[in-house]
């Protein structure tokens, strides 16, 4: 079984700084994309950055500039460095891995997410 774990969110003041990372645990050979995802309070979970296993990379308008994104693909870890946050920066991000090539059964999965971990920029 596939699981991704995020952690490093919290509060952060305007301007501020946070490191979000997230490990994907299970029998995983590789792993095509993993990505970083935002949800505020009513409203859609959007795009916020992801990385493909050959390091391409794509973010969303709203963070260009301020967000990084990486990613350790020997132990199936991604990073979202958040600079310069704002207010508007405030969501639950979540984790998400697509393109999954298993070791075991069923040997591919389309994408797993994380459990979410939750961004608050406010003074």
């Known amino acids: 079984q596939v699981q991704l774990v995020e952690s490093g969110g919290g509060l952060v003041q305007p301007g501020g700084s946070l490191r979000l990372s997230c490990a994907a645990s299970g029998s995983i050979f590789s792993i095509n994309a993993m990505g970083w995802y935002r949800q505020a309070p009513g409203k859609q979970r959007d795009l916020v950055a992801v990385i493909t296993i050959g390091g391409s990379t794509k973010f969303a308008d709203s963070v260009k500039g301020r967000f990084t994104i990486s990613r350790d693909n020997a132990k199936n870890t991604v990073f979202l460095q958040m600079n310069s946050l704002k207010p508007e920066d405030t969501a639950v991000y979540y984790c998400?891995?697509?393109?999954?090539?298993?070791?075991?059964?069923?040997?591919?999965?389309?994408?797993?997410w994380g459990q979410g971990t939750q961004v608050t920029v406010s003074s």
């Open positions: 998400k891995a697509d393109g999954l090539v298993l070791r075991t059964a069923p040997f591919r999965l389309d994408n797993v």
